[in-house]
């Protein structure tokens, strides 16, 4: 994990811990699984990327959907990199990294165009990139039943 200020409640708390020592986690929480067969956009801000690696495994193992990732990180600096560049050599799946929100922002539009409502739309991120990708995907007609999102809270 990076720390930066300020730090959050979670991250000074794992600060605090010694080499071996014990914590317990819950969750994660949400709904950011498959609920039917459509393909999905999948749309990832920085660490946000989490959620989405045991999805592109599940895509990968049942190979029964269509899966791309919008992955956008401003720093340029990608978790999982070559996981993922693995996924994208796969025919199943088509990964694309962003330094911008310009450049998602046409992609993620790009794709509503040609696959619309046949797709589920997943967003991933802190709480003001999913409100503002939620809110532009329902302007461009995606209607709010294809959309999930899991925020990375506190993180």
Do not use: C
């Amino acid at each position: 994990t990076r720390i930066r200020e300020p730090v959050s409640d979670f991250k000074a708390k794992m600060m605090e811990l010694q080499p071996g020592e014990e914590m317990q986690m819950r969750g994660p929480f949400g709904w950011m699984f498959f609920h039917n067969d459509k393909d999905v956009l999948m749309i990832s801000g920085g660490i946000s990327i989490t959620p989405f690696r045991s999805l592109l495994r599940e895509v990968e193992k049942k190979g029964n959907r269509r899966a791309t990732l919008h992955y956008v990180s401003s720093g340029g600096n990608y978790a999982y990199v070559n996981e993922l560049d693995r996924f994208d050599r796969l025919p199943a799946f088509d990964i694309h990294y962003f330094g911008g929100r310009g450049q998602l922002t046409s992609a993620i539009e790009g794709y509503v165009k040609e696959h619309g409502n046949n797709s589920e739309y997943f967003i991933s991120g802190t709480m003001d990139m999913i409100k503002a990708v939620k809110k532009r995907l329902k302007s461009l007609g995606i209607k709010g039943k294809n959309i999930r999102n899991e925020p990375m809270l506190f993180y």
